[in-house]
Protein backbone atom coordinates (compact mmCIF):
# COMPACT_ATOMS: atom_id res chain seq x y z
CA UNK A 1 0.00 0.00 0.00
CA UNK A 2 1.35 3.52 -0.92
CA UNK A 3 1.76 5.94 1.76
CA UNK A 4 1.85 9.50 2.42
CA UNK A 5 3.37 11.46 5.45
CA UNK A 6 1.82 15.36 6.87
CA UNK A 7 3.60 16.24 9.75
CA UNK A 8 0.99 18.95 12.29
CA UNK A 9 -2.20 16.89 10.38
CA UNK A 10 -3.98 17.38 14.09
CA UNK A 11 -3.55 21.29 13.86
CA UNK A 12 -5.59 23.91 12.21
CA UNK A 13 -4.61 23.32 8.52
CA UNK A 14 -3.17 20.42 8.39
CA UNK A 15 -6.47 18.48 9.96
CA UNK A 16 -8.08 20.41 6.67
CA UNK A 17 -5.83 19.12 4.54
CA UNK A 18 -6.29 15.74 6.43
CA UNK A 19 -9.79 15.77 5.22
CA UNK A 20 -8.80 16.49 1.45
CA UNK A 21 -6.06 14.09 1.55
CA UNK A 22 -8.59 11.18 2.51
CA UNK A 23 -10.94 12.20 -0.45
CA UNK A 24 -7.80 12.32 -2.74
CA UNK A 25 -5.75 9.36 -2.14
CA UNK A 26 -8.38 6.69 -1.37
CA UNK A 27 -6.22 3.75 -1.75
CA UNK A 28 -3.06 5.26 0.29
CA UNK A 29 -2.48 5.01 4.19
CA UNK A 30 -1.48 8.69 5.72
CA UNK A 31 0.27 8.87 8.53
CA UNK A 32 -0.15 12.48 11.11
CA UNK A 33 3.02 13.17 12.55
CA UNK A 34 1.98 15.69 15.59
CA UNK A 35 3.55 16.47 18.51
CA UNK A 36 0.27 17.30 20.06
CA UNK A 37 1.14 20.79 20.81
CA UNK A 38 -1.60 23.26 22.81
CA UNK A 39 -2.68 23.87 18.62
CA UNK A 40 -3.14 20.26 17.96
CA UNK A 41 -6.53 18.47 19.03
CA UNK A 42 -7.05 15.05 18.50
CA UNK A 43 -10.90 15.81 18.08
CA UNK A 44 -9.94 17.30 14.44
CA UNK A 45 -8.97 13.81 12.92
CA UNK A 46 -10.52 11.22 15.11
CA UNK A 47 -13.08 10.19 12.68
CA UNK A 48 -10.53 9.30 10.18
CA UNK A 49 -8.81 7.53 13.06
CA UNK A 50 -12.06 5.79 14.06
CA UNK A 51 -12.10 5.12 10.23
CA UNK A 52 -8.32 3.41 10.17
CA UNK A 53 -8.00 5.83 7.15
CA UNK A 54 -5.72 7.92 9.33
CA UNK A 55 -3.25 7.02 11.80
CA UNK A 56 -1.31 9.60 14.06
CA UNK A 57 2.10 9.07 15.59
CA UNK A 58 2.92 11.59 18.32
CA UNK A 59 6.11 12.70 17.59
CA UNK A 60 8.64 15.81 17.07
CA UNK A 61 9.89 16.48 13.58
CA UNK A 62 13.00 17.96 15.79
CA UNK A 63 13.55 14.39 16.05
CA UNK A 64 15.62 12.46 13.50
CA UNK A 65 15.44 8.78 14.05
CA UNK A 66 11.47 9.28 14.32
CA UNK A 67 10.90 11.10 10.87
CA UNK A 68 13.66 9.12 9.23
CA UNK A 69 11.22 5.92 10.17
CA UNK A 70 7.89 7.57 9.41
CA UNK A 71 8.85 8.85 5.99
CA UNK A 72 10.24 5.76 4.81
CA UNK A 73 8.90 4.48 1.07
CA UNK A 74 6.46 7.37 1.28
CA UNK A 75 5.36 8.30 -1.74
CA UNK A 76 4.33 12.23 -0.49
CA UNK A 77 5.33 13.84 2.43
CA UNK A 78 3.70 16.91 3.31
CA UNK A 79 5.16 19.76 5.88
CA UNK A 80 2.74 21.42 7.79
CA UNK A 81 3.91 21.29 11.48
CA UNK A 82 4.73 24.74 12.89
CA UNK A 83 4.35 26.97 15.95
CA UNK A 84 2.09 29.52 13.88
CA UNK A 85 1.41 32.27 15.89
CA UNK A 86 3.07 35.73 15.65
CA UNK A 87 2.41 36.85 18.80
CA UNK A 88 3.93 34.09 21.01
CA UNK A 89 6.77 34.45 18.72
CA UNK A 90 7.72 37.45 20.03
CA UNK A 91 8.21 35.90 23.90
CA UNK A 92 9.23 32.29 22.80
CA UNK A 93 11.21 32.93 19.63
CA UNK A 94 14.15 30.42 20.09
CA UNK A 95 10.99 27.64 20.37
CA UNK A 96 10.34 29.12 16.91
CA UNK A 97 13.39 28.51 15.05
CA UNK A 98 14.05 25.41 16.66
CA UNK A 99 10.64 24.21 15.74
CA UNK A 100 10.18 26.08 12.37
CA UNK A 101 13.91 26.02 11.25
CA UNK A 102 15.71 22.95 12.64
CA UNK A 103 12.22 21.00 12.20
CA UNK A 104 12.22 21.93 8.43
CA UNK A 105 16.21 21.13 7.99
CA UNK A 106 15.25 17.47 10.16
CA UNK A 107 12.24 16.39 7.51
CA UNK A 108 14.56 17.40 4.81
CA UNK A 109 17.60 15.48 5.74
CA UNK A 110 14.81 12.09 6.29
CA UNK A 111 13.04 13.18 3.14
CA UNK A 112 17.08 13.58 1.27
CA UNK A 113 17.77 9.94 2.89
CA UNK A 114 14.87 7.97 2.19
CA UNK A 115 14.95 9.40 -1.15
CA UNK A 116 11.06 10.80 -1.55
CA UNK A 117 9.92 11.35 -5.06
CA UNK A 118 7.86 14.58 -3.66
CA UNK A 119 7.58 16.68 -1.02
CA UNK A 120 5.58 19.79 0.09
CA UNK A 121 6.82 22.77 2.34
CA UNK A 122 3.98 24.75 3.64
CA UNK A 123 5.02 28.25 4.39
CA UNK A 124 3.90 31.57 4.47
CA UNK A 125 3.42 34.77 2.70
CA UNK A 126 4.68 36.55 5.39
CA UNK A 127 8.18 35.39 4.54
CA UNK A 128 7.80 38.63 2.35
CA UNK A 129 6.98 41.16 4.97
CA UNK A 130 4.98 44.03 4.43
CA UNK A 131 3.37 44.52 1.16
CA UNK A 132 2.63 48.47 1.57
CA UNK A 133 0.86 48.31 -2.33
CA UNK A 134 0.34 45.89 -5.15
CA UNK A 135 0.92 42.40 -4.44
CA UNK A 136 3.98 40.00 -5.16
CA UNK A 137 4.68 37.05 -6.67
CA UNK A 138 6.83 34.50 -5.79
CA UNK A 139 10.22 35.98 -7.01
CA UNK A 140 9.72 38.75 -4.70
CA UNK A 141 12.23 38.97 -1.91
CA UNK A 142 11.87 37.88 1.34
CA UNK A 143 12.08 40.39 3.66
CA UNK A 144 10.97 38.93 7.48
CA UNK A 145 9.99 40.96 10.34
CA UNK A 146 9.26 39.20 13.34
CA UNK A 147 10.80 35.87 14.69
CA UNK A 148 7.45 33.54 13.10
CA UNK A 149 8.39 34.88 9.79
CA UNK A 150 11.99 34.69 10.10
CA UNK A 151 12.31 31.15 11.23
CA UNK A 152 9.40 30.14 7.96
CA UNK A 153 12.01 32.21 5.86
CA UNK A 154 15.01 30.13 7.28
CA UNK A 155 13.35 27.11 6.84
CA UNK A 156 12.65 27.66 3.37
CA UNK A 157 16.57 28.84 2.87
CA UNK A 158 17.46 25.30 4.11
CA UNK A 159 14.98 23.80 1.77
CA UNK A 160 16.25 25.75 -1.08
CA UNK A 161 19.88 24.14 -0.26
CA UNK A 162 18.69 21.08 -0.32
CA UNK A 163 16.93 21.70 -3.92
CA UNK A 164 20.46 22.75 -5.22
CA UNK A 165 22.47 20.46 -3.72
CA UNK A 166 20.51 17.32 -3.11
CA UNK A 167 18.28 17.27 -5.88
CA UNK A 168 15.37 17.21 -3.19
CA UNK A 169 12.01 17.15 -5.38
CA UNK A 170 10.37 19.77 -3.25
CA UNK A 171 7.55 22.38 -3.94
CA UNK A 172 6.83 25.06 -1.73
CA UNK A 173 3.94 26.96 -0.92
CA UNK A 174 3.24 30.59 0.81
CA UNK A 175 -0.38 31.26 1.96
CA UNK A 176 -2.41 33.84 2.95
CA UNK A 177 -4.01 34.17 6.03
CA UNK A 178 -5.84 31.08 6.65
CA UNK A 179 -9.68 30.75 8.73
CA UNK A 180 -12.10 28.13 9.17
CA UNK A 181 -13.23 26.34 12.03
CA UNK A 182 -10.83 24.10 14.20
CA UNK A 183 -8.38 27.68 14.53
CA UNK A 184 -6.82 28.04 17.91
CA UNK A 185 -8.63 30.63 19.51
CA UNK A 186 -5.41 32.43 19.73
CA UNK A 187 -5.92 33.85 16.31
CA UNK A 188 -7.89 36.87 15.52
CA UNK A 189 -11.11 35.59 13.98
CA UNK A 190 -11.62 32.61 17.08
CA UNK A 191 -10.40 35.06 19.55
CA UNK A 192 -12.84 37.70 18.38
CA UNK A 193 -15.53 34.99 18.28
CA UNK A 194 -15.14 33.70 21.84
CA UNK A 195 -14.71 37.29 22.54
CA UNK A 196 -18.48 37.81 21.48
CA UNK A 197 -19.67 34.43 22.76
CA UNK A 198 -18.37 35.13 26.60
CA UNK A 199 -19.66 38.94 26.35
CA UNK A 200 -15.78 40.46 26.40
CA UNK A 201 -14.16 42.23 24.85
CA UNK A 202 -12.55 42.28 21.74
CA UNK A 203 -9.02 42.86 21.75
CA UNK A 204 -7.49 44.70 19.07
CA UNK A 205 -3.94 45.63 17.97
CA UNK A 206 -3.10 48.86 18.21
CA UNK A 207 -5.42 51.25 15.60
CA UNK A 208 -6.66 47.63 14.00
CA UNK A 209 -5.93 49.08 10.68
CA UNK A 210 -3.28 46.34 9.49
CA UNK A 211 -4.48 44.56 6.14
CA UNK A 212 -4.35 41.11 5.25
CA UNK A 213 -5.99 38.66 2.79
CA UNK A 214 -7.93 35.77 4.38
CA UNK A 215 -8.00 31.95 2.64
CA UNK A 216 -10.48 29.82 3.65
CA UNK A 217 -8.85 26.44 4.97
CA UNK A 218 -11.23 23.74 2.59
CA UNK A 219 -9.35 26.30 -0.35
CA UNK A 220 -5.97 25.87 0.90
CA UNK A 221 -6.36 22.34 1.54
CA UNK A 222 -7.79 22.02 -2.33
CA UNK A 223 -4.84 23.95 -3.27
CA UNK A 224 -2.41 21.60 -1.69
CA UNK A 225 -3.76 18.50 -3.53
CA UNK A 226 -3.78 19.96 -6.62
CA UNK A 227 -0.05 20.79 -5.92
CA UNK A 228 0.49 17.39 -4.61
CA UNK A 229 -0.39 15.86 -8.17
CA UNK A 230 0.64 18.76 -10.45
CA UNK A 231 3.05 20.88 -8.72
CA UNK A 232 6.03 21.54 -10.30
CA UNK A 233 9.29 20.24 -8.67
CA UNK A 234 11.19 23.01 -7.14
CA UNK A 235 9.07 25.86 -7.74
CA UNK A 236 7.52 27.58 -5.41
CA UNK A 237 3.58 28.82 -5.72
CA UNK A 238 1.96 31.59 -3.81
CA UNK A 239 -1.49 30.77 -2.77
CA UNK A 240 -4.29 33.63 -2.05
CA UNK A 241 -7.57 34.69 -2.25
CA UNK A 242 -8.96 38.22 -2.90
CA UNK A 243 -10.49 38.66 0.63
CA UNK A 244 -8.65 41.85 1.46
CA UNK A 245 -9.51 43.32 4.83
CA UNK A 246 -8.54 45.45 8.10
CA UNK A 247 -8.04 43.70 11.25
CA UNK A 248 -11.05 46.21 12.11
CA UNK A 249 -13.16 44.73 8.93
CA UNK A 250 -12.96 41.82 10.42
CA UNK A 251 -13.72 42.53 13.64
CA UNK A 252 -16.74 44.60 12.32
CA UNK A 253 -18.18 41.43 10.63
CA UNK A 254 -18.34 39.20 13.59
CA UNK A 255 -20.25 42.07 15.37
CA UNK A 256 -22.54 41.83 12.57
CA UNK A 257 -22.95 38.47 12.92
CA UNK A 258 -23.55 38.51 17.13
CA UNK A 259 -25.70 41.93 16.15
CA UNK A 260 -23.50 44.02 18.65
CA UNK A 261 -21.98 47.40 17.93
CA UNK A 262 -18.05 47.22 16.94
CA UNK A 263 -17.43 50.86 19.35
CA UNK A 264 -19.50 48.86 22.38
CA UNK A 265 -17.77 45.06 21.78
CA UNK A 266 -13.58 45.86 21.14
CA UNK A 267 -10.80 47.33 23.28
CA UNK A 268 -7.98 48.83 21.75
CA UNK A 269 -4.50 47.04 23.29
CA UNK A 270 -0.41 47.62 22.74
CA UNK A 271 0.54 46.56 18.80
CA UNK A 272 3.04 44.52 18.40
CA UNK A 273 6.41 44.78 18.73
CA UNK A 274 6.27 44.89 15.03
CA UNK A 275 3.03 44.00 12.89
CA UNK A 276 3.36 44.09 9.01
CA UNK A 277 0.76 46.75 7.89
CA UNK A 278 -0.52 44.66 4.61
CA UNK A 279 0.43 41.11 3.12
CA UNK A 280 -0.59 41.01 -1.21
CA UNK A 281 0.59 38.32 -2.89
CA UNK A 282 -0.67 37.61 -6.64
CA UNK A 283 -1.17 34.21 -6.91
CA UNK A 284 -1.68 33.39 -10.92
CA UNK A 285 0.90 30.68 -10.66
CA UNK A 286 -1.42 28.28 -9.28
CA UNK A 287 -4.17 29.91 -11.05
CA UNK A 288 -2.53 28.55 -14.32
CA UNK A 289 -3.12 24.72 -12.97
CA UNK A 290 -6.83 25.07 -12.86
CA UNK A 291 -7.37 26.22 -9.14
CA UNK A 292 -9.00 28.93 -7.66
CA UNK A 293 -10.99 30.07 -4.13
CA UNK A 294 -14.38 29.42 -3.88
CA UNK A 295 -15.17 30.35 -0.44
CA UNK A 296 -15.08 33.86 0.63
CA UNK A 297 -15.24 35.13 4.12
CA UNK A 298 -18.22 36.91 4.24
CA UNK A 299 -20.34 34.07 3.61
CA UNK A 300 -18.37 31.81 5.92
CA UNK A 301 -18.41 33.40 9.10
CA UNK A 302 -22.00 32.35 9.87
CA UNK A 303 -20.71 28.64 9.69
CA UNK A 304 -17.42 29.59 11.62
CA UNK A 305 -19.01 30.97 14.56
CA UNK A 306 -21.47 27.88 14.80
CA UNK A 307 -18.46 25.81 14.72
CA UNK A 308 -17.28 27.75 18.04
CA UNK A 309 -20.67 28.34 19.80
CA UNK A 310 -20.67 24.51 19.33
CA UNK A 311 -17.44 24.05 20.57
CA UNK A 312 -17.25 26.76 23.25
CA UNK A 313 -16.57 24.59 25.77
CA UNK A 314 -13.18 22.71 24.81
CA UNK A 315 -12.21 26.12 23.09
CA UNK A 316 -12.22 28.22 26.91
CA UNK A 317 -10.43 24.61 28.82
CA UNK A 318 -7.75 25.14 26.03
CA UNK A 319 -7.50 29.00 26.52
CA UNK A 320 -7.43 28.46 30.33
CA UNK A 321 -4.72 25.93 29.87
CA UNK A 322 -2.35 28.14 27.85
CA UNK A 323 -2.85 31.19 31.08
N1 LIG B 1 -2.67 29.79 9.96
C1 LIG B 1 -2.34 30.53 8.94
O1 LIG B 1 -2.98 31.56 8.68
C2 LIG B 1 -1.19 30.14 8.03
C3 LIG B 1 -0.99 30.86 6.84
C4 LIG B 1 0.04 30.47 5.99
C5 LIG B 1 0.85 29.41 6.33
N2 LIG B 1 0.66 28.75 7.51
C6 LIG B 1 1.53 27.61 7.79
O2 LIG B 1 0.70 26.46 7.77
C7 LIG B 1 1.21 25.48 8.68
C8 LIG B 1 0.11 25.05 9.63
O3 LIG B 1 -0.34 26.21 10.34
P1 LIG B 1 -1.58 26.13 11.34
O4 LIG B 1 -2.19 27.46 11.38
O5 LIG B 1 -2.39 24.94 11.06
O6 LIG B 1 -0.80 25.91 12.71
P2 LIG B 1 -1.32 25.26 14.07
O7 LIG B 1 -0.53 25.98 15.12
O8 LIG B 1 -2.80 25.24 14.14
O9 LIG B 1 -0.85 23.75 13.96
C9 LIG B 1 0.50 23.38 13.98
C10 LIG B 1 0.57 21.90 14.21
O10 LIG B 1 1.96 21.55 14.25
C11 LIG B 1 2.18 20.71 15.36
N3 LIG B 1 3.57 20.88 15.82
C12 LIG B 1 4.13 21.99 16.38
N4 LIG B 1 5.41 21.73 16.70
C13 LIG B 1 5.66 20.46 16.32
C14 LIG B 1 6.81 19.62 16.39
N5 LIG B 1 7.97 20.06 16.91
N6 LIG B 1 6.74 18.36 15.90
C15 LIG B 1 5.57 17.89 15.37
N7 LIG B 1 4.43 18.63 15.31
C16 LIG B 1 4.49 19.90 15.77
C17 LIG B 1 1.18 21.16 16.40
O11 LIG B 1 0.96 20.19 17.41
C18 LIG B 1 -0.03 21.44 15.55
O12 LIG B 1 -0.80 20.28 15.35
C19 LIG B 1 2.41 26.12 9.36
O13 LIG B 1 3.56 25.69 8.70
C20 LIG B 1 2.20 27.61 9.15
O14 LIG B 1 3.42 28.30 9.15
C21 LIG B 1 -0.34 29.09 8.36
Known sequence: MRKILITGGAGFIGSHFVDALVDAYPAHRIIVLDKMTYAADINHISAHLEQHRVQLVMGDICDYDICRKLIQDCDLVVHAAAE?????????SILFTHTNTLGTHTIMEACRDAQVPRIIHVSTDEVYGEVLSGEVNENGEMNPTNPYSASKAAAEMIVNGYRHSFNLPVVVVRANNVYGIRQFPEKLIPRSIMSLIDGKKIPLHGDGSNVRHYLAAPDFASALVLLAREGKINETYNIGSREEY????????????FNVSFDSSVEFVADRPFNDRRYSISW????????????????????????????????????????
Open 84 to 92: SHVDRSFHS
Open 246 to 257: SNRDVVRMLCEQ
Open 284 to 323: EKICGLGWKPRHNLRNDIPVVVDWYRKNADSMREKLKELC
